[in-house]
């Protein structure tokens, strides 16, 4: 399966600092680019998206950044608090169906 | 609107048992996937159903199998488990037809096989 590769593993961030989260991807075909955030015991949840015709989507908090001819692109919370601790997942889309391919996760922990 | 459900929450099986997980999609929703999340593995797709059709399946042996009913509802069973099949399992839905780009996802079934 096409790869996405993400990093940090994990990631202690102070509240109020940023959180930043990186994903870089083999596969030109990908058409979409979602972050999903999942807390313990729960589903995933679609935090914030983006497709490649776009360099930068912002969302409250939450800043994707994306760089096409890199094939990278990352997650920014500014003003990260406690309550944003959880796992965060970056993703890419096949243009030819639905299938999401995952990047391993991070895991954030936002001390108080 | 009710979100993604997933029957049952939680399963014990032994190796080589049958297992069979049930997801409702959100109302409205045809599309529905299927994703295996380990602590090893991460997130993988298993396969993703729309109007009763398999549409994408991922790189799993064929003891995964899958199918969607009439009303969006999807099954997937898993036969002869194996200890390594031990995950949570997440359905995931969305509003049509592969263009929409939001998948919501339902809350997982945890699986341990013993």
């Known amino acids: 399966q096409q790869q996405v590769k993400q990093s940090p593993q994990s990631l202690i961030v102070q509240k109020g600092g940023i959180s930043i989260i990186n994903c870089a991807y083999e596969n030109t075909a990908f058409d979409y680019f979602p972050w999903y955030q999942q807390f313990p015991g729960k589903g995933p949840a679609l935090l914030i998206a983006i497709r490649p015709d776009v360099s930068e989507k912002k969302e409250g908090r939450f800043t994707i950044s994306f760089n096409k001819s890199a094939k990278q692109f990352s997650l920014h919370i500014m003003d990260s608090q406690p309550g944003d601790s959880a796992t965060y997942f970056c993703?890419?889309?096949?243009?030819?169906?639905?299938?999401?391919?995952f990047g391993k996760g991070t895991t954030l922990s936002v001390s108080s | 609107k009710a979100g993604v459900t997933q029957t049952p929450r939680y399963l014990i099986k032994t190796r080589g048992q049958q297992v069979t997980l049930s997801c409702s999609p959100i109302?409205?929703?045809?599309?529905v996937s299927w994703y295996q999340q380990t602590p090893g593995q991460g997130l993988q797709f298993l396969f993703e159903y729309f109007s009763e059709t398999q549409r994408n399946k991922g790189n799993f042996p064929g003891r995964f199998s899958g199918r969607q009913f009439s009303n969006s509802r999807s099954e997937m069973n898993v036969s002869t488990l194996e200890l390594g099949d031990s995950a949570l399992y997440l359905c995931a839905s969305s509003w049509e037809d592969g263009t929409a780009d939001t998948q919501y996802f339902g809350p997982g079934t945890r699986l341990t096989v013993l």
């Open positions: 993703a890419a889309r096949w243009v030819a169906g639905t299938a999401l391919i």
């Open positions: 109302s409205g929703h045809r599309s």
